[in-house]
């Protein structure tokens, strides 16, 4: 697909492999008067050119777009078109060009993640959810009844089991195996998004700081200086 209609970039992702991103696109209509499409387009960086160009019956632009795990799937989303709140979130097997599912919710989405490990199962904010996409692309909700009440601004998997949800009132809150584990307070700033890294999580806030989060290290006793049991 060439890029003479394309009007506008919405959102990127990078493939987990670094070999392919997907370009949400905003494509003129086909004739004159013709409403605007949305499209995302997976390019291939070591070939430099386009692998596929995806599209799904969505009002509005993608603006936010995601990879799973191990690359076969791709999730995007809307954000609300003419002043409407619902929003729709598309996932494809990417490089066999086949639209799974849709998801529609009434909400403005902010984001749309795939749980690592399992492709099947997806989360998304504002509300916080969880929902499974099953093989005739019905998507149920899984009840997670510890979401409930929370105000997230963004939610982030830190591995296949834990799941970290940012509230606007700057607390972060850590659940594994969706049971909830701990909370921590980041300070008054209001986050807005949240990146993995090796060594634990970075938070972008409303204020312009980025706020550093380290997975703490499990402390093992030196061989040396452990005591001996009697």
């Known amino acids: 697909a060439s890029f003479d209609r394309v009007q506008a970039l919405t959102a990127m992702a990078l493939a987990p492999d670094r070999r392919c991103v997907a370009i949400c696109e905003r494509w003129a209509g086909a004739t004159a008067g013709a409403k605007a499409t949305a499209k995302v387009r997976i390019f291939h960086l070591p070939r430099r050119r386009t692998a596929v160009t995806l599209s799904a019956p969505v009002d509005g632009d993608f603006v936010g777009c995601c990879f799973s795990a191990d690359g076969k799937f791709l999730v995007a989303h809307t954000c609300g078109a003419d002043g409407e709140p619902s929003s729709t979130a598309a996932v494809w097997q990417w490089a066999e060009e086949r639209l799974l599912g849709l998801l529609k919710v009434k909400a403005p ?15 998304y904010n504002p509300p916080m959810r969880l929902v499974r996409l099953n093989d005739s692309g019905h998507m149920s909700e899984v009840d997670v009844l510890a979401f409930k009440g929370l105000a997230v601004a963004d939610h982030l998997w830190l591995g296949a089991n834990r799941l970290v949800l940012a509230t606007a ?13 701990q909370t921590v307070r980041g300070g008054d700033a209001a986050p807005s998004c949240l990146c993995a ?4 999580f970075l938070a972008g806030c409303d204020d312009g700081r980025v706020l550093v989060f380290r997975r703490q290290p499990v402390k093992v006793p030196d061989s040396g200086t452990a005591k001996k049991k009697k």
């Open 169 to 181: 009132d700057g607390e972060y809150h850590v659940f594994d195996d969706l049971r909830a584990s």
């Open 197 to 200: 890294f090796a060594g634990g």
């Open 109 to 123: 989405l902010a984001r749309v993640r795939f749980k690592p490990g399992d492709a099947s199962l997806l989360s």
